[in-house]
C-alpha cells in the first residue's frame, strides 16, 4: 500500500479586489482565410516497448538553502510560459528539431519535422489513453506527457519519451485523477510540480524528472488544481483552481500551503516574464486577476464583459503584453502590463484560447481557436492588429509552439486529424502556411525539442560541444547528417 504524504496548512488570506479596468475596445475585421495545401496522410504507429514502472512515491526531498541562493540550474530550459527560464536564445544555433503532438483520441504522440519531405516522422504509441499535453524537460533530453482520460482508461499517468529515440522510457504512476498542468523547478532540476484535475479534491504532486518518480503531493485548498506557477527564485508556487476553489500559495521547501488569496475560480494562471506579476483568469467571473508576486496580493482585476470567460494567458514584446484568450466571446484581449490596462480587443474565433508570440521577438503571435472554427489568426503584436486568419486542416485549433529559432511554428487542429506547420519568413515578415499534416484524431498539446547528440542533456556549459545532429542511440552518440533525409 502506497502510503499517502499530504501537507496542508491554510492560511486564509481575503483580499478585496482593487477598480476594476475598462478599456475602448476594438475589433478588426479580417479577410477570408488562405487556403490549404494538400493534407498528406499519417502512417501506422509504432508499437512502443513496455516502459518500466516507476517506483513507489517517497517523501519529497525539500531544497537546500544552498540551492536555493544559487540560482537557475545550468541545464536549458524551453518548455511553456508555465516554466521559467525559457531560453530560446541559447538554443538558437540548434537549428534542426522535432515537435512532440500527443494525439489525445487515437492514444499516440506524433513527431514532427518540418524540413523532411515526410514531416510525419513517427507515431509513437501509448500504453495510457488520453495523452494529452507535452512538457520538454530542462536539459531537452525528456518529453512529459499528462493524460486527461475523462473516464476512458488509465489517467494516473504520466509518460516519458526519450527524444534521443522517440521511445517510451518510463510511465510515472501516480494517484491522480487527472494529471494536468506542470511547471519545472528554476532552482532544482530534481523537482517538477504538477496540479491535478480532481474534482473531489486538489493536490499538487512532486515529481523527480530525473529518476521518473513521484515523491510527494501536497493538498490544497479547493478543487482540480489546474495551473502551478513557480516563482523565480523557486521557493513559492502560485496554485489555480479549475473548480472550488482560490488561489493558493505553496511554500515549497516547506511543502504546505501558506496563503490563499481571493480569487474564485481562477485556474488559468501565468507569470510575466520578470516575475513581477501573476495574471490570474476567472472564466465563470468575467476577469483576470494581476498578483503583486513579492506581496501575494491582488492589484487589480481586469474585467470583461459579461459571458466574455477569460482564459490563457500568453505574454508577447518581452513581457510589455498580456494575450488573453476571451473563449465565449471569440475574442482576445491585449493588456498592457505596465499600464494594468486592457490596450485592446480583437476579434479572433470562436472559443479563442490564447496567442502564442515569435520566441525571437518578431513582432507577430498566432492565436489559437478552441471551437468549430477552422483557421488559427496572425496577430500583430507592434500594430496591436489582426494581419490574416491562415486556415487549419481541421477545426478547433488547440495549442502552438514555435521552434526555439522562431523558423517554424506547429499548431494542433484538435478537433480535426491534421496538424498545421508553419514556416517565419524574414524577407517578408510573415507568417506561411507549409502544410497540414494527417497525424490522428485530437491533437492536443505541442512541444519541440532539438536534435542533439555528443551529451546526454544541453547544458549553458555544454552547449557549444553539442552537435546539432540526431542521436543514433540511448547513449547520445552521433549519427550522420544523412538522417536528417
Not at 544552498?66 to 540550474?73: C, D, L
Not at 472564466?283 to 464583459?305: R, S, W
Not at 479563442?352 to 496577430?379: F, K, L, R
Request: proline share 7%.
Amino acid at each position: 500500500m502506497t502510503i499517502k504524504i499530504v501537507w496542508c496548512t491554510v492560511l486564509l488570506a481575503g483580499l478585496l479586489a482593487l477598480a476594476a479596468c475598462t478599456a475602448a475596445s476594438t475589433t478588426t475585421s479580417v479577410p477570408p482565410p488562405t487556403s490549404a495545401p494538400a493534407v498528406t496522410e499519417a502512417p501506422k504507429p509504432t508499437e512502443a516497448p513496455k516502459p518500466t514502472e516507476a517506483p513507489k512515491p517517497t517523501e519529497a526531498p525539500k531544497p537546500t538553502e544552498a540551492s536555493q541562493a544559487m540560482g537557475p540550474i545550468d541545464r536549458i530550459f524551453y518548455a511553456d510560459a508555465r516554466t521559467w527560464p525559457s531560453q530560446p536564445d541559447l538554443l538558437k544555433p540548434m537549428a534542426r528539431g522535432k515537435f512532440y503532438i500527443p494525439i489525445q483520441d487515437d492514444g499516440v504522440v506524433a513527431v514532427i519535422d518540418p524540413e523532411k519531405p515526410d514531416p510525419l516522422v513517427k507515431l509513437i504509441k501509448i500504453n495510457a489513453a488520453q495523452p494529452h499535453h507535452p512538457w520538454t524537460t530542462p536539459g531537452m533530453r525528456y518529453i512529459y506527457i499528462n493524460h486527461q482520460s475523462e473516464g476512458k482508461g488509465d489517467h494516473n499517468v504520466m509518460t516519458v519519451i526519450d527524444t534521443f529515440t522517440d521511445e517510451v522510457v518510463a510511465e510515472v504512476k501516480t494517484d491522480f485523477d487527472d494529471p494536468f498542468h506542470c511547471s519545472f523547478s528554476p532552482i532544482d532540476e530534481k523537482l517538477f510540480l504538477c496540479g491535478d484535475l480532481n474534482p473531489k479534491g486538489g493536490y499538487v504532486y512532486y515529481i523527480d524528472p530525473i529518476a521518473h518518480t513521484v515523491m510527494s503531493k501536497v493538498e490544497t485548498t479547493g478543487d482540480a488544481a489546474r495551473d502551478v506557477i513557480q516563482t523565480h527564485d523557486g521557493k513559492y508556487a502560485f496554485v489555480g483552481h479549475q473548480g472550488k476553489g482560490n488561489v493558493d500559495v505553496l511554500d515549497i521547501a516547506a511543502a504546505k500551503i501558506i496563503k490563499t488569496i481571493d480569487c474564485d475560480k481562477c485556474g488559468r494562471l501565468k507569470m510575466t516574464p520578470d516575475g513581477k506579476w501573476l495574471f490570474a483568469s476567472s472564466p465563470p467571473g468575467n476577469f483576470t486577476a494581476i498578483v503583486d508576486v513579492d506581496k501575494q496580493e491582488i492589484v487589480k482585476k481586469i474585467e470583461f464583459a459579461k459571458d466574455s470567460a477569460p482564459g490563457n494567458i500568453n505574454f508577447a514584446q518581452g513581457g510589455k503584453l498580456a494575450m488573453i484568450g476571451l473563449g465565449k466571446a471569440g475574442k482576445l484581449a491585449i493588456v498592457d502590463v505596465e499600464k494594468q490596462e486592457i490596450a485592446v480587443i480583437l476579434d479572433s474565433g470562436k472559443a479563442t484560447n490564447t496567442a502564442y508570440a515569435h520566441p525571437q521577438g518578431e513582432p507577430v503571435a498566432i492565436a489559437t481557436n478552441d471551437g468549430t472554427d477552422d483557421w488559427y489568426t496572425v496577430i500583430d503584436t507592434e500594430k496591436l492588429a489582426v494581419i490574416e486568419k491562415i486556415e487549419a486542416g481541421g477545426k478547433g485549433t488547440h495549442n502552438v509552439q514555435w521552434s526555439a529559432d522562431g523558423r517554424y511554428a506547429v499548431g494542433s487542429d484538435r478537433l480535426g486529424d491534421t496538424v498545421t506547420i508553419f514556416k517565419w519568413n524574414p524577407e517578408t515578415k510573415k507568417v506561411e502556411k507549409v502544410a497540414s499534416v494527417k497525424a490522428g484524431f485530437g491533437a492536443n498539446g505541442v512541444q519541440w525539442a532539438p536534435y542533439f547528440c555528443g551529451v546526454t542533456h544541453l547544458t549553458q556549459a555544454n552547449l557549444a560541444s553539442a552537435k546539432n545532429l540526431p542521436a543514433a542511440n540511448a547513449n547520445g552518440d552521433c549519427a550522420t547528417a544523412a538522417a536528417f533525409k
